[in-house]
């Protein structure tokens, strides 16, 4: 995905993955800034409880307001892959697992 445009954002390095997507870091190319996209992945879209869950997930994500929990800004579509928008991680521990972050102290 690195390198790819989709809609208004140029997708850059992964971050991190997990049972529920992918993230990659991203330039929004409307507002030129970074952000973090989440996509879910292409073997649940056609999942309803996936689909579901991944909204679950936003919309509780956008509910919280915790300097330890990524800001979520959207719940998008773009070229048919579900994504949450976020702002970028930046710091010491962007892209970092939690087991990295223990280690680091």
Do not use: W
Not at 39 to 62: C, N, Q, S
Request: glycine share 14%; charged share 25%.
């Amino acid at each position: 995905m690195n390198g790819k445009t989709l809609g208004h954002y140029r997708v850059g390095e992964q971050l991190g993955r997990g049972g529920m997507g992918e993230v990659y870091v991203a330039d929004d190319l409307n507002l030129n800034r970074k952000v973090a996209l989440k996509f879910l992945p292409d073997a649940f879209t056609g999942d309803a409880e996936r689909m579901a869950r991944f909204e679950r997930e936003a919309k509780v994500l956008a509910s919280l307001n915790h300097p330890n929990i990524a800001a979520i800004y959207g719940l998008e579509q773009a070229e048919g892959k579900t994504l949450h928008r976020s702002g970028a991680c930046r710091g010491r521990y962007a892209g970092a697992t939690a087991e990295q972050r223990a280690a680091a102290g």
